[in-house]
């Protein structure tokens, strides 16, 4: 195994499945000459060429049109939004095609088709390149969201999603794509969609996030286990939509108590989604009412307030605590 950061083992997967795949192709502005904003796609230019690594223009309607025709057509197109936050002006297509062309045509066309794309708060960013709006997608019928937190999930996940004959939003949490490395497999190597991991066993308490917040629930973890004797369980959902509901249930039904980590705001997130479904098949094991940290309902603050935004391994410890203590 090689050691990783995210961006490489992204890079690795796009080489994997351009590799192994003459149908997979890659489109979005800046992706190929110079090898995108944040050097995923690198190297693949050269090693591919211009009709299998496309750069567009900077017309995210047009992209996102683009692999929806050339997923029509026999292709498996992986298209790149620079920032989630640009993303807005595709989304027509996304909720008038992408998530509608297997029930528009009763199953004759499938949509295999990847929109990847940066999103997240933490790296010091100006408006419009942080937010995480992850909650818009995962309603949205049709399709698939998947939001990986490491460097090994990532490229397990990228590959899965490339081959999978429905399309997937994958949304990358940018302030872990430098932020550390893990060992990573040469040979490919996938994880199922619509699967859970538990990244850390536990008895005393269920911690459920994905993403970059796997990292401060990580944090918070350890500062339980070392301070407070508690044993933790930690989720990580992995893909939002279809929803993992069976591993999150068993874990909160061992356990008796949940907290559910997300960046994005609290009104209507994915944390809500999670809290109904655990209540749904589980509330007759809970010892305490499940708790929310939280983004707040706010727009995402410029960098000098972003801190105060993002929930952290003590805010994550904090209402952990209170949880334990009810």
């Given amino acids: 195994m090689a050691l990783m950061n995210m961006v490489s083992s992204l890079n690795l997967a796009m080489d994997d499945a351009l590799r192994a795949d003459d149908n997979v192709v890659l489109l979005g502005q800046d992706i190929g000459q110079d090898e995108g ?3 995923v796609t690198a190297n693949l230019l050269k090693r591919y060429g211009p009709k299998r690594v496309i750069d567009t223009p900077l017309a995210e309607g047009a992209i996102v049109g683009g692999a929806v025709g050339l997923a029509l057509y026999g292709f498996k197109p992986v298209a790149e939004m620079q920032f989630s936050g640009f993303f807005y002006q595709g989304f027509h297509q996304v909720e008038q095609h992408v998530s509608r062309f297997r029930n528009r045509t009763r199953g004759r066309f499938a949509m295999p088709l990847v929109l990847r794309m940066p999103y997240g708060g933490g790296i010091r960013a100006v408006e419009h390149h942080s937010e995480s709006r992850e909650a818009y997608y995962a309603h949205t019928p049709g399709v698939q969201m998947v939001i990986p937190s490491g460097p090994r999930n990532a490229r397990a996940l990228l590959l899965a999603s490339i081959q999978s004959p429905d399309p997937v939003i994958f949304f990358e949490p940018k302030a872990v794509y430098r932020a550390f490395k893990e060992e990573v497999p040469e040979e490919p190597e996938t994880m199922p969609l619509g699967k859970a991991h538990v990244a850390r066993a536990g008895t005393n308490l269920t ?8 990292r401060p629930v990580l944090e918070a973890a350890d500062d339980l286990a070392e301070s407070d004797g508690v044993s933790v369980e930690v989720i990580d959902v992995q893909t939002v939509s279809p929803l993992d509901t069976e591993t999150i249930k068993n874990s909160v039904v061992k356990t008796g108590r949940a907290v559910v980590v997300h960046e994005g705001p609290r009104t209507c997130g994915i944390g809500a989604e999670i809290v109904a479904r655990i209540v749904e098949t589980s509330l007759m094991h809970l010892e305490a009412p499940v708790r929310r940290v ?10 000098a307030r972003e801190r105060a935004f993002l929930p952290s391994a003590e805010r994550v410890a904090c209402v952990a605590r209170e949880v334990l203590a009810f």
Wanted: proline fraction near 5%; charged fraction near 10%; glycine fraction near 10%.
């Fill in 294 to 303: 939280t983004g707040f309902d706010v727009q995402f603050p410029y960098f």
């Fill in 37 to 39: 904003v944040f050097r």
């Fill in 207 to 214: 911690i459920i996030a994905y993403g970059a917040m796997m």
